[in-house]
């Protein structure tokens, strides 16, 4: 969380959003603590954006999809500064078409916004590969100091292709790798809402995603109660 602090201190630098969860959504509670790092395929000249993954820790709450009803997940991540946390909200899809888990959500917080789709083929202990396609909105940020009334602001917008696996069982490891192609409008806030030009964005950025949810044993059934048979009264006596 300290590496995205001081970087948020240089001209441009954005910590990208980063989806921390697999497509199929887990029951009950789960906490987790995400890190990564990047590196821009442009010169600094070229690329004034630097963008490295979210990096925090949070918790997740599940409610899993069934044949007939969706899944459902609300999560919060913790980053430092707390203005990059974020808020994140999915849904999954019903049902297991052709053995694959999907379903959409969106990320949101004070510096971004990103709303997303995933798509994977999940196995019953949870392992196995999934993608997350997200176009993310980043918020206005300096990027140079010309005079101390005169600098100018990047809106990055971008691409956000990742590749994921996630390990099996509750304790489990996500590793990542993901990406970030658009570009960034220029602006002068001498002059408000006037674009002065824009940059390329693309970064490549690697991370992982440790998780903890605690497995709970399905409550034992209630055993049935007994039935006493009614007796009969003796032949002769009244009912």
């Known amino acids: ?62 409610w899993v999809a069934t044949d007939s009803t969706p899944g459902f997940s609300a999560g919060f991540t913790y980053s430092t500064p707390v203005v990059s946390s974020e808020l994140d909200l999915y849904v999954q899809a019903p049902g297991s078409p052709l ?19 995933q798509l994977g083929r999940m196995r019953p202990n949870g392992s196995g590969w999934y993608t997350t396609q997200g176009y993310a909105f980043l918020a206005r940020r300096q990027i140079a100091i010309v005079l101390a009334d005169n600098y100018e602001q990047v809106e990055p917008r971008y691409w956000a292709p990742t590749v994921a696996y ?19 409008w220029k602006y002068d806030p001498n002059r408000p809402g006037v674009r002065t030009g824009r940059q390329p964005v693309r970064t490549v950025m690697t991370g992982v995603v440790f998780q903890a949810r605690r497995a709970r044993s399905p409550r034992p059934a209630r055993p049935a109660r007994a039935t006493i048979p009614a007796v009969p009264p003796p032949a002769g006596q009244p009912r």
């Open 99 to 117: 053995g694959l888990d999907a379903g959409a959500g969106v990320l949101a917080g004070g510096t971004h916004a990103m709303p997303y789709v």
């Open 166 to 184: 996630r390990t099996g069982g509750p304790y489990a490891v996500h590793l990542y790798a993901t990406g970030a192609f658009g570009m960034a």
């Open 1 to 62: 969380m300290k590496a995205c602090s001081a970087l948020l201190l240089a001209a441009a630098a954005a910590c990208a959003p980063i989806v921390t969860h697999g497509p199929r959504v887990e029951q009950g509670i789960t906490g987790y603590a995400t890190l990564g790092a990047g590196k821009a395929l442009c010169s600094p000249e070229t690329c004034e954006t630097i963008l490295i993954p979210q990096q925090g820790v949070g918790l997740r709450y599940g």
